[in-house]
T-cell receptor
């Protein structure tokens, strides 16, 4: 089983709608990263969260890490076709051992005009 | 431009023929990693390096070798490739390992 579970695995939304992607672990997350990937291409770093309760925003994307540091959510407001792609959460679940990141399976987002 | 450069982008090879995928970063990053991405399995870490001459196994190291003789380079070596190593490979680097990784564009490897 995956140490990081993402849901949903795929999502189709109408342009302009809001959406949320979740990333859950049974272990404490020491550093939670969100990346976006265009099909077959490299990963683009979106945001990193470290502290329980932390929330960050960039343009129309907001990411949160819960107080227990076991769940993160990525929220997109007023989605656009440019938001389409695969969203991946990554995390270091072993404190003070930077370099060993694990990833969720990814969420494939399609935005219909 | 700050970047991670992987070569080649695409490679088709035959079973058993040794190959090397190169990775180079120009950001003076200490940490570098190799991942493979497969449908339904997501990204899995193969090997990582915390500095020159310091490497460690990730979750799927079997069949792969790495070396870190210089800070900027972290090649991935397949001594005897097999068809189950057909995958999309990514190299990534980070200043400390805790502040986000920069990923290369990927190498799509097919072993026939």
């Amino acid at each position: 089983s995956q140490e990081l579970e993402q849901s949903p695995q795929s999502l189709i939304v109408q342009e302009g709608k809001n959406l949320t992607i979740n990333c859950t672990s049974s272990k404490t997350l020491y550093g939670l990263y969100w990346y976006k990937q265009k099909y077959g291409e490299g990963l683009i770093f979106l945001m990193m969260l470290q502290k329980g309760g932390e929330e960050k925003s960039h343009e129309k994307i907001t990411a949160k890490l819960d107080e227990k540091k076991q769940q993160s959510s990525l929220h997109i407001t007023a989605s656009q076709p440019s938001h389409a792609g695969i969203y991946l959460c990554g995390a270091d679940i072993r404190n003070n051992q930077g370099g060993k990141l694990i990833f969720g399976q990814g969420t494939e987002l399609s935005v219909k005009p | 431009e700050a970047q991670v450069t992987q070569n080649p982008r695409y490679l088709i090879t035959v079973t058993g023929k040794k190959l090397t995928v190169t990775c180079s970063q120009n950001m003076n990053h200490e940490y570098m990693s190799w991942y493979r991405q497969d449908p339904g399995l997501g990204l899995r870490q193969i090997y990582y390096s915390m500095n020159v001459e310091v490497t460690d196994k990730g979750d799927v190291p079997e069949g792969y070798k790495v070396s870190r003789k210089e800070k900027r380079n972290f090649p991935l070596i397949l001594e005897s490739p097999s068809p189950n190593q057909t995958s999309l490979y990514f190299c990534a680097s980070s200043y400390t390992g805790f502040y986000g990784y920069t990923f290369g564009s990927g190498t799509r490897l097919t072993v026939v």
